[in-house]
């Protein structure tokens, strides 16, 4: 019995050890952490063949430019939604015992509300020039405006961190809500490290002939340098070449409207827009082009175009919804579902639609994974870095920034694997942000030569002013309309199909006046800035009974 159990113990102490013992060597060159090594931690949405690439790089770099040995570790709780979620969670902790601590108070909802309020920043300095924080045992706790007003300075003025150096990947709305609410910097305590002193140190590398302040309306960093791009990023279909011409659409989807295609019914394959806020970019390009063609093609004025335009994509947007086979929370999983064949096609950031046509090429540079962007149907933006508060290594977090904006550093981003001074394994299918890197040299090295969105983009202008507010009610109103009801949604859809789409029905089906703009701008997007969950809450669940009984009624041939 002993024997029996000292070898079962044996076996299990091997199936624990055995992961860590045979794991390959690093990609950062199999590092011995030890007193000599600097970490730097680095919280990403980004998938693993652009930390392993960057990794090595900047380790690399580091050891032959500066004689240092510099280790990555990574941190990836999910997308760029979780990882707000996560920051703000985590700061929200430190912060409540520092007000605690500095203050005597208790954390009440005045100072709650407060400390991450971007809108008090005006009033932060004079009130702090008033001698505020020098008198925070004098606040009045009944006063909560003096309270909101403390609580925010003191965060501004502290160096609470989370134990994380940069964040890095995502879009420009998250990293400019971050920014906000204070938890980006454009600089450490010191004055010495971070974007803000990269730019003060390399202004010709902000300038715009390298990178620009903005592109076509989308911002490519924060007036503060509390973020900054690092990498292109546009939005489009990726769709399986077979799977289409099998369904009767040679040439595939080339534009949004045909996402809605009752032949690509269960074949559409979407990520989470509250998961993932590179697919609410995507649907509110699909709005953006809308909106622009009203203009253009209809005349509409302005104003017409705005409203009419978010009212005909969010029919559009239940159409598509209807054809989904799925919701997912990963957004990488789009573009390999439809490699594979499990969905005909799409919406997906552009570098996973490319790479996954290299990684399905044949001997004949062939691939049957397609990635187009709709003419005229999106905008480049930027995919950005940001240095938290409170970062450990602020000094190293600077280098990394650094690197990432070299013109080393875009190399990375797409040189053929192999190239001199590009990836290793992986070619990452990443546009590069600096304009003078596009040189007849570096494309000769470069994975997507013809490829240059600065040109592509000419034909459209994001404006933030029509959308660009309405982004986060964007993500809860599909949320409310297509992914909580996504079965009864499907199975409307379905009896329209095979009714062949009568005109009654189609209406009850398109019926968005619960969504509508005007009702997103007077109801629903004000809820969502109060930032009351248990108001927020119950919208949701009222706005998603409504759209199930809408659909459950159609399915009922009512």
């Known amino acids: 019995m002993l024997l029996r159990l000292s070898i079962v113990g044996i076996l299990l102490a091997a199936v624990l050890i055995a992961p860590f013992a045979l794991r390959p060597d690093s990609e950062q060159g199999g590092l011995n952490l030890g007193k000599s090594v600097e970490r730097l931690v680095i919280i990403t949405p980004h998938n693993e063949s652009i930390q392993s690439e960057f990794a090595r790089a900047f380790s690399t770099h580091m050891k032959e430019k500066h004689e240092r040995t510099a280790f990555i570790d990574w941190r990836q709780p999910g997308g760029t939604s979780e990882i707000a979620k996560f920051l703000q969670s985590e700061y929200a902790s430190r912060f409540e015992q520092h007000w605690k601590k500095k203050t005597g108070l208790p954390f009440s909802s005045a100072a709650r509300n407060g400390w991450t309020d971007g809108k008090l920043d005006a009033e932060v300095e004079k009130a702090i020039q008033r001698g505020l924080l020098s008198n925070l045992h004098l606040l009045d706790v009944d006063d909560s405006e003096q309270i909101s007003l403390a609580a925010r300075a003191l965060f501004l003025q502290s160096d609470i961190g989370v134990g994380i150096d940069l964040f890095f990947g995502g879009g420009a709305y998250d ?50 340098y509390r973020w900054v791009g690092t990498v292109l990023s546009a939005f489009g279909i990726c769709y399986n070449k077979d799977v289409v011409e099998r369904l009767g659409m040679p040439g595939g989807p080339r534009k949004w409207e045909a996402l809605a295609d009752p032949r690509l019914q269960g074949q559409i394959a979407l990520a989470d827009p509250t998961k993932s806020g590179s697919t609410t970019k995507a649907f509110e390009m699909l709005i953006q082009e809308r909106i622009q063609r009203l203009i253009n093609e209809k005349g509409l004025t302005e104003q017409e175009a705005v409203r009419k335009g978010w009212n005909d994509s969010m029919q559009l947007i239940l159409k598509i919804s209807a054809n989904s086979r799925y919701f997912t929370d990963s957004a990488a999983k789009v573009p390999r579902d439809v490699a594979q064949g499990d969905a005909a096609a799409g919406m997906c950031i552009d570098f996973y639609g490319r790479t996954f046509n290299e990684i399905y090429l044949n001997d004949m540079g062939e ?18 870095i940001g240095m938290m508060r409170g970062a450990p290594n602020p000094e190293l977090a600077h280098r990394f920034v650094e690197f990432l904006l070299s013109l080393e550093g875009q190399k990375v981003w797409n040189f053929r694997p192999g190239a001199p001074g590009g990836p290793r394994r992986f070619a990452l299918r990443r546009p590069p942000i600096r304009k003078d890197f596009y040189t007849a040299e570096n494309r000769a090295h470069m994975a997507d030569p013809d490829v240059n969105l600065f040109e592509l983009a000419e034909g459209f202008s994001y404006r933030s002013d029509w959308t660009g507010h309405l982004f986060a009610s964007l993500r809860f109103v599909i949320k409310c309309a297509c992914i909580d009801p996504h079965d009864e949604l499907q199975e409307a859809w379905n009896h329209l199909i095979n009714d062949n789409l009568p005109t009654d029905g189609l209406a009850a089906f398109e019926n968005i006046e619960a969504i509508s703009y005007n009702r997103v701008v007077n109801e629903i997007a004000p809820v969502l800035k109060t930032r009351n969950k248990v108001a927020e809450v119950a919208l949701a669940r009222r706005l998603s009974n409504s759209f199930r009984n809408q659909y459950e009624t159609i399915s009922a041939g009512h």
């Open 175 to 224: 990293f400019g809500k971050q920014a906000f609410l204070g938890n980006l910097v454009n600089l450490d305590t010191s004055g010495k490290f971070g974007p803000a002193a990269l730019a003060k140190e390399k202004p010709e590398w902000f300038s715009t002939e390298a990178i620009p302040a903005e592109v076509s309306g989308e911002p490519f960093r924060d007036d503060a």
């Open 367 to 384: 691939s049957h994974v397609h990635f187009v962007m709709p003419r005229a149907g999106s905008s480049i933006s930027a995919d950005p």
